[in-house]
């Protein structure tokens, strides 16, 4: 395919919005209830780690490949379920527990939930139903809340609160994720 033909095409345009932009998606996930069942409100913006002297950037509209999962369905095997598009993404929760997205990390985006669903996670991680979440999402929630509270859009203390799951981890990822989270932290100190 000459390279005039791949500019035209799809394809092009939604890889030069991934290759050619700083950072990479935060996707957030904030509850908005209404009467009877809770909505679920999906919003992106760009993550990038502040530096000394760093221009400012627009928000990319990336086209974000989602998986994602409730408390009562756990199916951490899912691949791409919707994608996000720049006009938003909402959907329903059915049973008002936890959601989670990016199932096993296997796409390249963070994702930051409201406190209420933060919460929800955390008592789960805490609880018996920790080895119900899939490993890599344990090291993924880790890695993500962490980093985002690098950023200052999560107070380190829910950071903080969800690693304490970890007393009852046995498993390595878990770990790897918090010992980075650590090595940072104790770097500024």
Known sequence: MD???????????????????PGYPLI????????????VEITHKRFVYPMDNMPSYDNDDWDIP???TTQSEKNFNKTIDVFYTPEGLTFTNEDGGW??????GGSFY?????????RRIIRSLKGEERKDIHVLNRAQLVDDIFSIARIGDVNYSLAFELAEFLV???DY?????????FTYIMGKI
Not at 4 to 21: A, F
Not at 28 to 39: M, Y
């Open 168 to 170: 009852d981890e046995t």
């Open 3 to 21: 390279l005039l033909t791949l500019q035209d095409s799809h394809v092009y345009s939604y890889l030069q919005k991934w290759i050619l932009s």
């Open 173 to 181: 990822y878990p770990w790897y994720s918090a010992l980075n989270a």
């Open 110 to 118: 963070r994702v930051n939930y409201d406190e209420t669903l933060w």
């Open 66 to 68: 989602l998986s994602r």
């Open 99 to 104: 959601i989670m997205l990016n199932m096993q």
């Open 28 to 39: 957030k996930v904030t509850l908005k209830n209404s009467t009877d069942v809770e909505v």
